[in-house]
């Protein structure tokens, strides 16, 4: 078995910041891309941002230039460091992995439970 669990999201106010991260654990024997995802009430799930296993990274239009991803591959952990937010940033942040358990010869994709981030005043 594999999981991936977010954690970090909360209330923050207009401007602020909030570092999420996603832990994955179990059966692994690599991990490939790592990404962040989100939804919010009505909507569909947005790509957010990815890193490959070398840092490469790619951010969403929508946050270039407020949001980082960033991970540590010895901890098997992502992170998405989030500046300047917006109300429109309230939403539900998923993290998703391409994990190669140790019994399987391909990679799968596996999801976080996700964690509820909200900009109010």
């Known amino acids: 078995q594999v999981q991936l669990v977010e954690s970090g999201g909360g209330l923050v106010q207009p401007g602020g910041s909030l570092r999420l991260s996603c832990a994955a654990s179990?059966?692994?024997?690599?991990?490939?891309?790592m990404r962040w995802f989100r939804q919010a009430p009505g909507k569909e799930r947005e790509f957010v941002a990815s890193?490959?296993?070398?840092?490469?990274?790619t951010h969403g239009g929508a946050v270039q230039g407020r949001f980082a991803i960033s991970r540590d591959n010895r901890a098997n952990t992502v992170y998405l460091q989030m500046h300047s937010l917006k109300h429109e940033d309230t939403a539900v942040y998923f993290c998703?992995?391409?994990?190669?358990?140790?019994?399987?010869?391909?990679?799968?994709?596996?999801w976080g439970q996700g964690t509820q981030v909200t900009v109010s005043t």
């Open positions: 890193s490959t296993w070398s840092s490469d990274s």
């Open positions: 998703n992995a391409d994990v190669k358990p140790k019994d399987v010869i391909e990679y799968r994709p596996y």
């Open positions: 179990g059966n692994i024997f690599s991990i490939n891309d």
